[in-house]
């Protein structure tokens, strides 16, 4: 069974940097994309970079982009998300999934979830 396992999160201040990692093991299939995504209470669960296994392109939310690198150790199969310059809106409970398929933001397109780790910034 394949097994998405995070980790790194925590609670920072405004302006620090945090990286989650996101460890695969039981591969079943080599996913065509490695998404990350965040969650608030009450909210939808929202996209905020994606890595294409292939290419190695990424992606991000116009909200993270220039403070969010996601990026991927093949050797240790797992993909990581470095999140600089953190502000309070970035508080939640981050995901990263994979997918066979696609690398949009759609959640119903990814196959595996990890459990989740949250985020924390506050002063």
């Known amino acids: 069974q394949m097994q998405l396992v995070e980790s790194g999160g925590g609670s920072v201040q405004p302006g620090g940097s945090l990286t989650l990692a996101c460890a695969v093991t039981?591969?079943?299939?080599?996913?065509?994309?490695m998404g990350w995504f965040r969650q608030i209470p009450g909210k939808k669960r929202e996209g905020v970079a994606s890595f294409y296994l292939g290419s190695r392109a990424t992606y991000y939310h116009d909200s993270v982009k220039g403070r969010f690198t996601t990026f991927r150790d093949n050797a240790k199969n797992t993909q990581y998300l470095r999140m600089d310059n953190l502000k309070p809106e970035d508080t939640a409970m981050y995901y990263c999934?994979?997918?066979?398929?696609?690398?949009?933001?759609?959640?119903?397109?990814?196959?595996?979830w990890g459990q989740g780790t949250q985020v924390t910034v506050s002063s």
């Open positions: 999934a994979a997918s066979g398929s696609h690398c949009f933001w759609n959640t119903a397109d990814y196959d595996y």
């Open positions: 039981g591969v079943t299939y080599s996913p065509y994309c």
